[in-house]
T-cell receptor
Framework: NAGVTQTPKFRILKIGQSMTLQCAQDMNHNYMYWYRQDPGMGLKLIYYSVGAGITDKGEVPNGYNVSRSTTEDFPLRLELAAPSQTSVYFC?????????FGPGTRLTVL | ELKVEQNPLFLSMQEGKNYTIYCNYS?????LYWYRQDPGKSLESLFVLLSNGAVKQEGRLMASLDTKARLSTLHITAAVHDLSATYFC???????????FGKGTKLTVNP
């Protein structure tokens, strides 16, 4: 099993550009999550999903959108990127409450 | 609103010494998780604590949970350099499977 995979690993965006961060898992987990981690901080939940077709906001959802059309995939969309969205983004999936994290995407908005 | 506080945030210790990291949280929960993060890397699951009084040990690390005190501890025994990393605790919000993370404790073990 590949576990949780994320693409790209690194990305630089200009202010106002849009992009989609990809996340996939092959463990057949129903729950999936997107977090952001700012320097020296813990993780903050952006959006989560309890299954295909069901998503909900976390603590910091502004400026982001998600969709969940399949169990495996949970993409995160950034519309009109802003410098405040410079961060490391982690995707995770869970089974019986234990979360497994992807390798992360380091995003810089200039 | 659930708040999770870790202390200390920075810890520098010598090899061979013992120390404890504390994780306090503000609302009732009986699920707590400890993760390790190396610089530039993802989070690695260390311990899953699912009930009051739970104690788990792996190598030089031992974690415990007191749900009545809303406190978890991560005890390090005879530290070695390889334990240098940032350690996060995370608390489940009332069984929702949504986690709230502490700010992390950056541990540096010096030879």
């Amino acid at each position: 099993n590949a576990g949780v995979t994320q693409t790209p690993k690194f990305r630089i965006l200009k202010i106002g550009q849009s992009m989609t961060l990809q996340c996939a898992q092959d463990m057949n987990h129903n729950y999936m999550y997107w977090y952001r981690q700012d320097p020296g901080m813990g993780l903050k939940l952006i959006y989560y999903s309890v299954g295909a077709g069901i998503t909900d906001k976390g603590e910091v959802p502004n400026g982001y959108n998600v969709s969940r059309s399949t169990t495996e995939d949970f993409p995160l969309r950034l519309e009109l990127a802003a410098p405040s969205q410079t961060s490391v983004y982690f995707c995770a999936s869970s089974r019986q409450a234990e979360q497994f994290f992807g390798p992360g995407t380091r995003l810089t908005v200039l | 609103e659930l708040k999770v506080e870790q202390n200390p945030l920075f810890l520098s210790m010598q090899e061979g010494k013992n120390y404890t990291i504390y994780c306090n949280y503000s609302t009732t929960s009986d699920r707590l998780y400890w993760y390790r993060q190396d610089p530039g890397k993802s989070l690695e699951s260390l311990f899953v604590l699912l009930s009051n009084g739970a104690v788990k040990q792996e190598g030089r690390l031992m974690a415990s949970l007191d749900t009545k005190a809303r406190l978890s501890t991560l005890h390090i025994t005879a530290a070695v350099h390889d334990l240098s990393a940032t350690y996060f605790c995370a608390v489940d919000q009332g069984g929702s499977e949504k986690l709230v993370f502490g700010k992390g404790t950056k541990l540096t073990v010096n030879p």
